[in-house]
Every structure is written in C-alpha cells, then in structure tokens.
C-alpha cells in the first residue's frame, strides 16, 4: 500500500488536473498544461500523450520535451513502436533502457534519442483505448509499481478529456459502421445448444462516470461502502428468485458470484484507490481497467471469461453509486427477444425476464463462461464470439440464434425462418433423449464399458458431476487457482479446495494436473516470462522444476488434502523421462515428509504424466513402468505435432485431428500402454466430439474425459456403437490413404445406426 505522503502527493496532483480540467482554454491548451503538470510533478524530463484517431493511428497530440514540431506530426500504428505497443496489448509498459528493446521505433522529428528510460499507460473509457501516455527520463530509471499506479490514475483523467470531443471528433472514435441493413449469417462458438428468434435487444449497462478527481476522499469511502452493501443486498434478493433457487451448476456459479462481490481483495483495492484522489466511481473503474487489463491478455477461454464477472459486478456498483440501481427486467421490453451484448456476468442475465428472453448473443464468451453455465440453467440459446454482431444489429431487428450450428441470422429471410421453427420441434426430442440417458451406463452395443469423466478447473464445475452423471474427474487444471488471485495461494487454501472437489467427487476418481503455466497463461504475481514461442516456452513442468518451492508447496497441498483418500497426480508437459523422474521425486520428498511428521497421509498415490509431447513417445517403454497412468491431451499434442498453433484462426481449421499421422501416434500410445498394463485415458477436446471419440474408441481408448456438455453426445454415440465392426475399419491404419478419416468413419456412422 502507498505511503500516507504518496497517497497526499497523489491526491494534490489529482487536485490540479481537475482544476486545469475544469478551467478556460481548449481542450489542446488543456492538454497542454496537464502534460507539463505531470513531467513536473513525476521529476520526468518528458511527458507526451498520443490520442487514438481514425483507422487505429496514434497521434502525438501534446508533449513536455520532445520538439514541439512533432505535436500532431508524429503518428505511429497500433503495435508499432513502445507507444502502439501499449496501444495493441492495453497494458503498462516500463523500461529502464528503452532503446534496447525490439520493438523500439526511432522518430527523428521527436529528439527522443537522448532519453533512455520510458514509462508509458494506455488512456482507457470503457474498455477501449483512447491514446497513451508516456514519460521518458534520460537517465535509465527503474520505474516503480507506485509510480506505473500513479501514471494509470492520472490516465484516467485524461481519458475524459480524450473522450470529449474537443481532440477529436466523436464520430472519429466510433467504430466504423457502414453497414447496410441486409440480412446476414455471422459465426460464433456455441455456448448453449439450442434455437431461437426474437426482437433485438442491445445490453449497454455501462454508468458514465461525471467527476473523477474526489472533493472529499472520506466521503467517497463512505459512498463506496454504502453502495457495496446496497449491491449485495440486492444480489442475495436476485439469487433468492424462485426460478433459480434450486440445485444444480447454475447455483453453485451464482454462489460463488455472491462471493465475488465479498471479496476482500476486491473492495481493499477500490478502497486504495479512493485515497489515491479518485472518487468512488473512477475507483470502481480503475480496478476494473486493470483486472482486465491482466486477465485481457489470456488466450485461455475459461480464464478469459472470469473477467466477465468482475465486469458484471462493477457495473452493477457503478448503478448503485449513481443512485439508480434499476435492472434490466424493468425496462420496456419486446414480447419475445434475444439479447446481444459484447460480454455479460451471470447475475446481469438473471436481471432480464426470462419469460421473454429467447437467446443470447455474445461478441465475447466461452462455453465454461459463468454467463454460459447460467444460460444452460435457463435453457436459453447461445452462441459466443460473434464479431462485431453489436455493430452489426439494430435494436428491433430479427435475429435467429441457431446455437446447434454456432450461427446467427441478423434480419433472416423467410425461409430461414420457416427452417428454424421446423428445427427446434426436432431438438425437443433429443434432449428428452440425452436426459433419459443420465443414469444409464456408457456400454456399447456389444457390451463394452467406457468411463466417461469430466474436465473441471474450478469448485463451480462440480455439480456437473451429478448433473451428467459422469464417473469422475479425469481432468482437474489446478492453475485456474492460481490465476484467479492476486497472490500466490497458501498449503492451506489450496488443500481446502482440494479437499472439497474430492470431498464432493466421493468414491469417483479425481485427477489433479500440477500447475500448468506460462506461455498464456501467466500468474499475475509473476514476472513476465516473455518468450516468443510461448507455447513451446517456459512452461508447466518446466516452471515446476525451475521454481521447486512452488511445486512443493502444491503437492504438499494436494497430499494434506487427500488425508485417508486416494491421490491421483498428473504432471503436465512431461518431454523425456528425466523430467518426470525429478517431479516424481519431489512428491515422493512430499510424502515422506508428511509421513515424519505422522501427518494423515491418502490411502493410495498414483501417479502418471499427460502425454502432449510427441517426443515422448519413443521414451514410452522407460517411462510406462514408472507410471501408474497416463492421459493423452490432444489439444497441445496436435499443435505440437503439425507445428501449428492452435490459436490461429488461420490454422483453426487447416489440420484435422482425425487425420492419419494423429490417429497413428494415439494408436502406438494405446498400444505401449496395453503392453504395460498401464491405464490410458483422453482428455483433450477430441474425446468430446462424438465422431472423433467414436474413432479414439476405435483403436482402443476405453476411458475419455470431456466438457460437460458433451457427456450426453458421447454417451449417446457410446450406446449406439458396435465396436467390431469400427475396429475391422480402422485395424489396416497403415494401408489407408494419407488423408483425414472423417468421411469415411461419418460413412460408417451413418450406414451403422451410430449417433454422431
């Protein structure tokens, strides 16, 4: 926390900005003076601020030390240069040796070359960047964590001048539209199966924020814990609601988004920044700038979607700060209508009748979204990651949500309509079909046994278990924990969630995945790791055996908490033998230590690696005896064996999992397992595609762990299958043509009765 005079330095400089703010002159002149303010007060040689224009172009739009002919002459793109840098990833950026660094772009008309340090912050307003501003030092200064807060608070001010009007025009910061009023087809990602039509509804709940700089910071605190407790109040009467109030995911989510608004870090950071000068409501906003700004950068869809709920809670306080707390349901609304949003948290959706909502379009949103989860409670279509369909819709427009193809029809025609409505009489009897399959075992036709599991990363998952009837956890990604924190969880923490999924798991298996981080997946109490195939970088078991402490403390967690129960542990990302040797090693140091203590210790370990390096696989025969399973995680497998990252949409649909050389390689892990004796599963996103399961069952995979969501596919497909027949089909591997199998094993679906 800052010192009692920083926080009274930030406060006076808060002070004069809003005076300059509030005086005569232009917007330039303002601007002007706030840039000299602050190179002043920051001891900095520069201060420059650069304002978003027309087609994603920075503009140097005022400066204290660079040449003044550079104002409004100096123009970088969006990721070019430190500044379009910022600009692209919305983050702060502090160098010591700015020069040095690659991205370093050289403008003669600045004079920039003497100054060698460079702090700079993206301008933000709701989510979008505004312009950045920067200071530079010429000697090479180490910019510290108070002084990267300073400037981000200061920024905030700036961002109402930057979304005045008086730099730029208006209509230079919208999006550009130009879109003519055609019906149209836009793709997504399905987050709810299912179909539906309705009215356009357009869900804007974002309160503006009037005043920034605070008149009086004691005040402001007691209008923030005000409006804290109003708000919670308010969320315990919406959960209260007699259609939601039952068992099931959906209430463990809501639940933990209760807990959410109580969380003590959350409200302690607003808290901070009240002192710093801000009222309550720049507060609310700059925490929630920075939560996004760290978890924005997330590739990983389920931990990209937790941001939703932060999102979702600050706007539900900035309605109460403003006196206004008034939900969605109240407004006038169509009959029948599906709502289209950029993002929403769970609680957000529950404010809108769900007699009259139909479907829900996102431009954001993943299927383990709380949002997702919530919609699944309420069976209402959705399909997520819809481009710019907020731009592209009109309120009172038609839209068709076809979920089951991930589309949405903006003003369809009647044709499409007519199909729809034909469709969704057809949906209705299968999933009276998926339900009735619930309690039934997964045995093919010809009575073999497959252990359908779940993949889990969090306690809001586990209700899923008795929802779908699953028989265990094959997959539980431990790191979500870590993530989700602003510090590095305790032994103690980390063995009560623990302790509680294997609590809630019971007799049924639960296999705990040691931290799998780095790459995208960044802590965000660690540094930066910076690599530039991240991917293929400093990761997982990597980091683990790099930083033993941290790996020691999971494990002693995982073993405290499996007190008298059976341990599964797997390591993630294992290459060669020698690295699951030193991991298995520090478990075993684990145990023993435990066992010296007379510590309670699991009735049983085992222990087993997930198979996601292909050079592993001539490393089975050393490695199979020391294991006591192991787990096949096709989504990093594939990637690494084609050399394409999954994550570009270029390549999204350019190498087929069920194509040979991947079919192959499982087979010959199947295979070494088999002569091993040694447990296999799957648990990558192939074991929850029922034609991709049907080929894994195919050449021998005989437990598959998969989203929740897919358990009633894959179980139906299991019950409908004969697998002699598929086993005949897929036994010449080698003879068969060097292409996908997908055609011919969707032939075989189709001409054996199997349900894909």
């Known amino acids: ?49 650069y304002v978003m224009r027309a087609g994603e172009v920075l503009e140097l739009f005022a400066t204290e030390g660079l040449r003044r002919e550079a104002v409004h002459r ?31 772009a050289y403008r003669p008309e600045t004079g920039e070359e003497i100054y060698h340090s460079l702090m700079g912050v993206p301008i933000l307003r709701g989510g979008r ?26 920024a905030m001010v700036l961002a109402e001048l930057a979304a005045s009007g008086g730099l730029v025009s208006p209509l230079e910061q919208q ?57 919670q109040t308010a969320i315990d009467d919406l959960l209260a609601a007699s ?41 609310v906003q700059k925490v929630l700038e920075d939560t996004r700004s760290r978890l924005g950068q997330v590739s990983d869809p389920y931990l990209r979607e937790r941001l939703a709920d932060f ?71 959705a399909v997520g990651r819809v481009k710019d369909v907020l731009a592209k819709s009109e309120p009172g427009d038609l839209i068709v949500v076809d979920a089951e193809e991930a589309q949405v029809f903006v003003r369809p025609s009647e044709d499409i309509q007519q199909a729809v409505n034909a469709r969704i009489e057809a949906r209705l009897g299968k999933r009276l079909a998926y339900a009735a399959l619930r309690d039934l075992p997964a045995q093919t036709r010809c009575g073999t046994r497959i252990s359908v599991q779940l993949n889990a990363g969090l306690l809001l998952d586990l209700p899923y278990l008795d929802e779908t009837g699953a028989e265990g956890i094959g997959l539980f990604r431990t790191e979500l924990l870590f993530m989700l924190r602003d510090d590095f969880p305790s032994v103690g923490q980390q063995a009560a969630t623990y302790r509680r999924v294997l609590e809630h798991a019971g007799e049924r ?65 294992i290459a060669e033998v020698a690295e699951f040797e030193a991991a298995r090693a520090v478990l075993d140091l684990e145990v023993a230590r435990a066992a010296a203590r007379n510590s309670p210790l699991p009735a049983k370990v085992e222990v087993g690696v997930m198979f996601e390096v292909p050079a592993l696989l001539w490393e089975l025969p050393q490695l199979l005896p020391k294991l006591d399973f192991i787990s096949v995680g096709t989504n990093d497998l594939v990637q690494f064996l084609f050399a394409a990252d999954r994550g570009n949409p270029r390549l999204a649909e350019r190498y087929d999992p069920l194509s040979l050389p991947v079919i192959r390689l499982l087979s010959e892990v199947v295979n070494s397992c088999a002569a091993c004796n040694v447990p296999l599963a799957l648990c990558g996103e192939m074991a929850g595609q029922p034609l991709d399961a049907m080929a894994l069952l195919g050449i021998g995979f005989r437990v598959l762990s998969v989203a929740p969501g897919y358990v009633g596919p894959v179980k139906a497909m299991i019950r409908s299958l004969e697998l002699a027949p598929l086993e005949g089909v897929l036994s010449g591997i080698a003879a068969l043509p060097p292409r996908s199998l997908r055609g011919k094993l969707r032939d075989f679906a189709r001409d054996h009765g199997v349900v894909v």
């Open 175 to 231: 999006p550009s539209e130009g879109i003519a009023l055609l019906p149209m087809r836009l793709d997504g990602v399905r987050l709810n199966a299912g179909l539906a039509s309705g009215v356009a509804v357009l869900h804007e709940p974002r309160v503006l924020i009037r005043q920034v700089v605070a008149e009086d910071p004691q005040n402001e605190l007691a209008r923030l814990s005000a409006a804290v407790a109003a708000m």
């Open 243 to 283: 259609d939601v109030a039952t068992s099931g995911e959906h209430r463990d989510i809501l639940e933990t988004y209760r807990m959410f608004a109580a969380d003590r870090g959350w409200l302690q950071r607003m808290t901070e920044a009240v002192d710093s000068g801000l009222t309550a409501e720049a507060a």
């Open 1 to 49: 926390m800052e010192s009692g005079a920083a926080v009274t330095g930030s406060r006076r400089l808060l002070r004069r900005l809003r005076d300059v703010m509030a005086g005569s002159g232009t917007a330039q002149e303002r601007l002007d003076t706030i840039v000299r303010i602050i190179a002043a007060d920051m001891v900095a040689e520069v201060c420059s601020c």
């Open 509 to 573: 298996p639960v296999t705990f995945r040691t931290l799998d981080i780095g790459g995208d997946k960044l802590l965000p109490y660690m540094s930066e790791i910076g690599d530039e195939n991240p991917a293929m970088g400093w990761r997982a078991i990597r980091i683990a055996l790099d930083r033993p402490a941290m790996l020691r403390q999971q494990l002693r967690a995982l073993i405290r908490a499996a007190r008298g129960r059976r341990l599964r542990v797997m390591f993630p990302m």
């Open 311 to 381: 999102e979702d809670l600050a706007n539900r306080l900035q309605q109460h700060l403003a006196g206004r707390p008034v939900t969605a349901a109240a407004a006038e609304l169509p009959e029948e209508f599906i709502l289209i949003a950029r993002s929403m948290g769970p609680a957000e959706l529950l404010d809108y009748d769900r007699r009259r909502l139909k479907g829900l379009v996102l431009e954001e949103g993943s299927p383990t979204s709380h949002v997702a989860v919530v919609a699944r409670a309420l069976d209402i279509p």
């Open 74 to 104: 100096t123009r970088l793109r969006v990721g070019e240069g430190l500044v379009g840098n910022i600009a692209a990833t919305a983050r702060p950026l502090a160098l010591a040796n700015a020069q040095s660094h690659p991205d370093f």
């Open 129 to 154: 960047v505004l312009g950045v501003l920067v200071v530079q030092n010429k000697t090479q200064r180490h910019y510290t964590e108070d002084e990267i807060e300073a400037l981000q608070t200061i």
